[in-house]
């Protein structure tokens, strides 16, 4: 085993996760190359082409989640539905869902809690006054006939 001593570096740019994906990509064709001119056991290939798909899925998984909880972070529960809501598209397209089933969960209950936040901040409170809360009362208020009397 070789001892790595680089520092994590998250993904919190869509520019990073680019760049992540592409150098994967990249290897993923010199590995099939490899392959091909017969450097590379056919068998030893599949292995690693399987280990790239499944870091391209986690760099995903990483990179909607950091956006998610950084939305959460600056109180933009809007963005994090969208962080989640992507997520959770990407992992239920994959080939082979079943590995990133907790990570799915996972999303689905950010999704939830970022949903319940925005509904919150959306909702008007019943003892705020402005325009259009004086008209819906004043509309209530005033009742059905005059609407019957215009349309009949």
Request: hydrophobic share 40%.
């Amino acid at each position: 085993s070789i001892p790595v001593n680089n520092p994590p570096n998250p993904i919190m740019t869509e520019a990073k996760a680019k760049d992540v994906r592409f150098l994967l990509e990249t290897l993923h064709g010199q590995i099939t190359r490899a392959a091909k001119d017969r450097l590379l056991p056919a068998n030893e290939a599949k292995h690693w082409l399987k280990e790239i798909r499944h870091l391209l899925v986690v760099l995903h998984i990483e990179f909607f989640n950091n956006l998610g909880q950084l939305a959460f972070q600056q109180n933009q529960p809007g963005q994090a539905r969208l962080a989640y809501e992507r997520g959770v598209q990407y992992l239920r397209k994959q080939a082979d869902p079943a590995p990133y089933g907790q990570s799915l969960k996972a999303f689905e209950a950010q999704l939830v809690r970022a949903n319940a936040l925005l509904q919150s901040t959306l909702e008007p409170s019943s003892d705020e006054v402005n325009a259009l809360t004086e008209g819906l009362k004043t509309e209530e208020a005033e009742g059905d006939w005059k609407k019957k009397a215009i349309y009949d």
